[in-house]
């Protein structure tokens, strides 16, 4: 069985970060059948108009394509004309792909806008069933104004995507809802993937002179950071003694230790980093924070908890969902600083030495990239 993937988000070589999700699931299923991945984006800081690379590992074949518009800095130009540019090298793509390798058995789409649109496109011309994997929080309600958010034409467009889809497998339950509010779809869970063996506990016992808070994110609004400071605030206020580890976009993360002065002496900020190297900042931290507004999944909590890191999170409904009466879960109400700062109090107070090992079970039985593969072969199978 050969799958053609059509990815609106992957990493790219100066952008490793954006879609590795999607990335981890292209490994799973690759566990199992022949996986092409086709991503184009545009790039503006490559050198030549077009940038083609192919990466090869086992069953997964990944074409990255970069491009930048002939016409750049024009507003609305430069947007018409990379919107054409990207179009014109998908199809050509595509094309190439069927007449090397014969129609694949099915698409797969990795976020509905906008390669949903090319999908929609081949199951026209080529009679190819597709399906669509969904992770963007932009489907929410409450995201309005945090996070971009679809317009009128886009809309129309995603509604003709997800009613031709032969499934749609958003990547949570509270996703899927929205989704359903918003299509009228129905939908079958697909999670998250989560590399176990990188985040996995250390060997090493870590143990901290300070209490160490950790937050990893790229502080958008949904994240909450305005939270994460005032509630740093209020510890500060209450002379409680820690330290808040950021990974995290330094000119972002900067902006808000502005913000926030009296936080400064309290805050250490981290690089951005790899997934190895993250690990390790993971396994020696007491506890992570993850206060969010909202959801898809959110894939940093379940990393710390592979990594033997005990959590906070916001008592939203995708949480709760797969976290609740967790022992080495805590939970503060949503947008509160207040309760935020109460649960990082008692989660000192009440520290204990949780069973690591337990902890890492739970993630490598529920969301590794075995399992996750296996889930996957079962999909393809019905499709």
């Known amino acids: 069985m050969k799958i053609l993937w059509l990815a609106s988000w992957y990493p790219s070589k100066n952008d490793m970060l954006t879609g590795d999700f999607f990335q981890r699931h292209a490994k799973a299923a690759s566990l199992y059948f022949t996986i092409d991945v086709l991503h184009i984006k545009r790039d503006d800081a490559i050198a030549i108009p ?7 590992e086992n069953n997964l074949t990944e074409t990255i394509i970069l491009y930048k518009p002939f016409i750049q800095f024009i507003k609305g130009l430069d947007t018409f004309i990379s919107a054409v540019t990207w179009f014109s090298l998908m199809k050509k793509e595509i094309n190439n792909y069927i007449l090397e390798n014969g129609k694949p058995n099915c698409i797969h789409v990795q976020a509905a806008w ?3 649109l090319m999908a929609l496109w081949c199951k026209t011309k080529y009679n190819i069933p597709y399906l669509i994997s969904e992770q963007y929080t932009g489907y929410f309600d409450e995201a309005k104004g945090l996070v971009p958010t679809y317009n009128k034409m886009q809309h129309f467009f995603l509604r003709k995507i997800f009613a031709n889809a032969k499934m749609v497998l958003p990547v949570s339950d509270y996703l899927g809802k929205a989704l359903q509010k918003k299509y009228n779809i129905s939908y079958k869970v697909l999670d998250n993937v989560i590399d176990t063996s990188i985040f996995k506990p250390s060997a090493i016992q870590h143990g901290n002179t300070i209490f160490t808070l950790l937050h990893v994110s790229l502080l958008n609004l949904q994240k909450n950071p305005d939270i994460i400071f005032r509630a740093c605030e209020i510890l500060i206020e209450k002379k409680f003694s820690f330290q808040l580890q950021l990974v995290a976009p330094k000119k972002i993360a900067e902006k808000y230790v502005q913000k926030y002065p009296s936080t400064k002496p309290f805050i250490l900020l981290l690089p951005e980093t ?13 506890i992570l924070l993850f206060p969010s507004a909202f959801e898809s999944f959110g894939l940093v909590a379940y990393e710390a908890i592979a990594c033997g890191t005990p959590v906070i999170v916001s008592d939203i409904e995708v949480f709760t969902n797969k976290l609740l009466n967790k022992p080495y879960i805590h939970f503060c109400k949503v947008n509160n600083a207040e309760s935020l700062a109460e649960a990082i109090v008692k989660s000192k107070n009440k520290r204990i030495n949780f069973p690591k090992n337990e902890m890492y079970k739970f993630i490598d039985g529920s969301f590794s990239t075995k399992i996750i593969g296996e889930k996957m072969k079962e999909i393809y199978k019905l499709n």
């Open 274 to 286: 790899k997934q190895t190297a993250l690990a390790s900042i993971m396994q020696k931290a007491d």
């Open 114 to 116: 906008k390669c949903g």
């Open 50 to 56: 077009i940038d083609k690379n192919i990466y090869q």
